[in-house]
């Protein structure tokens, strides 16, 4: 089964500007989350969505949305970047793995906002 | 509090020892934890998963669980320097969510 694709890996932006970032889950994983992941806070949960509705999200403001398409691909973005959103965007894909609910990380965007 | 805490090392152990992670939850609801091991400039890759009070074994990797303490371990026998990383503790919170604790630098030195 291929992993968890994430696109683009690197991306510079500057202040006010927007990104989206993009995660295609394994291949019949139909749930996928999304954490940021920064040295002074370690990895912050912003949102899984499953099945194109989102599940859960965590404590981030409105400037950080995401969706996720029929095949499961999903998106992120956040709007007007602040220098603090520079950070590791990982995305997740999330399927049973000796009985429990397992997360396989794709490789991550790494984002740097100027 | 966080919902999970991890001591954030560094955490330095000779190589041939026994390294011991630590992790405590807040959340009485969690039910499922996992270990996590990334090296530096890559993601998070799993290394155990536990839903049962006790110890689960695999390989050189012990993780033990004590839900009425809210506390979860990980041991790493035989350390080997390709053992060095950052260690993240996870659990699956009552609401449905995959939270981390901010991880554990684990450091074998030969």
């Known amino acids: 089964k291929a992993g968890v694709t994430q696109t683009p890996r690197y991306l510079i932006k500057t202040r006010g500007q927007q990104v989206t970032l993009s995660c295609s889950p394994i291949s019949g994983h139909r749930s996928v989350s999304w954490y940021q992941q920064t040295p002074g806070q370690g990895l912050q949960f912003l949102f899984e969505?499953?099945?194109?509705?989102?599940?859960n999200k965590g404590n981030f403001p409105g400037r950080f949305s995401g969706r996720q398409f029929s095949n499961s691909r999903s998106e992120m973005n956040v709007s007007t970047l602040e220098l603090g959103d520079s950070a590791l965007y990982l995305c997740?894909?999330?399927?049973?793995?000796?009985?429990?609910?397992?997360?396989?990380f794709g490789a991550g965007s790494r984002l740097t906002v100027l | 509090q966080k919902e999970v805490e991890q001591n954030s090392g560094p955490l330095s152990v000779p190589e041939g020892a026994i390294a011991s992670l630590n992790c405590t939850y807040s959340d009485r609801g969690s039910q499922s934890f996992f270990w996590y091991r990334q090296y530096s400039g890559k993601s998070p890759e799993l290394i155990m998963s536990?839903?049962?009070?006790g110890d689960k074994e695999d390989g050189r990797f012990t993780a033990q669980l004590n839900k009425a303490s809210q506390y979860v371990s990980l041991l790493i026998r035989d350390s080997q320097p390709s053992d060095s990383a950052t260690y993240l503790c996870?659990?699956?919170?009552?609401?449905?969510?995959?939270?981390f604790g901010s991880g554990t630098r684990l450091s074998i030195r030969p």
């Open positions: 969505y499953f099945s194109e509705t989102q599940r």
């Open positions: 536990i839903y049962s009070n």
């Open positions: 997740a894909s999330r399927g049973q793995f000796s009985g429990a609910n397992v997360l396989t």
């Open positions: 996870a659990g699956y919170s009552s609401a449905s969510k995959i939270i």
